[in-house]
């Protein structure tokens, strides 16, 4: 997933789960079949995306992991650390292998900003 399409998702998902709340921070865990992307730049593209949205200064924590890789042959499951195992077994060397389970983006948490209450306002 292209990283400007997936911080626009991100933003969505954390705003849906705000419900109009202010958030400061949200961490988000990705698996990746291709390319770890670049947490600078999904922190741009978060910032950029959540502009003007009561999640504009939240913090982003990025978790990145390989997606698994399940071996039809050997029947291993092993985490594809490099593009080669998403195309070969890297206990048996089998050919016959397919990504399982998730490779997408899943907000794990969300914290949000206190409330600030009219009488705790300074003027």
Do not use: K, N, W
Request: proline share 7%.
């Amino acid at each position: 997933m292209h990283e400007t399409g997936m911080c626009d998702e991100i933003v969505q998902a954390v705003l849906r789960r705000a419900e109009g709340r202010r958030v400061a921070a949200a961490r988000v865990r990705a698996a990746f079949a291709g390319h770890r992307p670049d947490p600078a730049v999904v922190e741009q593209g978060f910032r950029v995306a959540a502009a003007g949205t009561p999640a504009e200064h939240a913090r982003i924590e990025l978790v990145t992991e390989p997606p698994a890789v399940s071996c039809r042959d050997c029947g291993a499951r092993t985490p594809a650390a490099d593009a080669l195992a998403l195309v070969a077994c890297p206990r048996c060397g089998g050919v016959d292998v397919e990504i399982a389970g998730d490779t997408g983006v899943v907000v794990e948490s969300i914290t949000y900003q206190p409330d600030v209450h009219a009488s705790e306002v300074r003027t």
